[in-house]
């Protein structure tokens, strides 16, 4: 079993910027992990992924402006977001997949969030002047 434990959120000004982080106690080396965001009346949707620093990947909402990293040695997921716009208010969730055979999906994909077998309970990011 993994936990996952999300931080960081808050409530910033647009244009301005916030690190998420996400503690995995099962370990993140050499699994898949994502971003998730869901805003008040909206599907869930992916924001990006990453297994490897050179197979992540963006939702095109995002590119350009949040940035995903792992820390292995401290079993630690980041979202680095940048610019941040008022459509970017939502809910954001941590997730992983059990297996470190599987590769990442593409995270704009519909289906995405069905890779993903743990799940945090997420934190809120509100963009609002």
């Known amino acids: 079993q993994v936990r996952l434990v999300e931080s960081g959120g808050g409530s910033v000004q647009p244009g301005g910027s916030l690190t998420l982080s996400c503690e995995a106690n099962g370990g993140t080396f050499n699994k898949c992990m994502g971003w998730f965001r869901q805003a008040p009346g909206k599907e869930r949707e992916g924001v990006a992924a990453i297994k490897e620093v050179r197979t992540s990947n963006y939702a095109d909402s995002v590119k350009g402006r949040f940035t995903i990293s792992k820390d292995n040695a401290k079993n630690t997921l980041y979202l680095q977001m940048n610019s941040l716009k008022p459509e970017d208010t939502a809910m954001y969730y941590c997730?992983?997949?059990?297996?470190?055979?599987?590769?990442?999906?593409?995270?704009?994909?519909?289906?995405?969030?069905?890779?993903?077998?743990?799940w945090g309970q997420g934190t809120q990011v509100t963009v609002s002047s």
């Open positions: 997730a992983a997949r059990a297996s470190v055979f599987a590769g990442c999906p593409a995270i704009s994909a519909p289906s995405s969030a069905g890779d993903f077998d743990y």
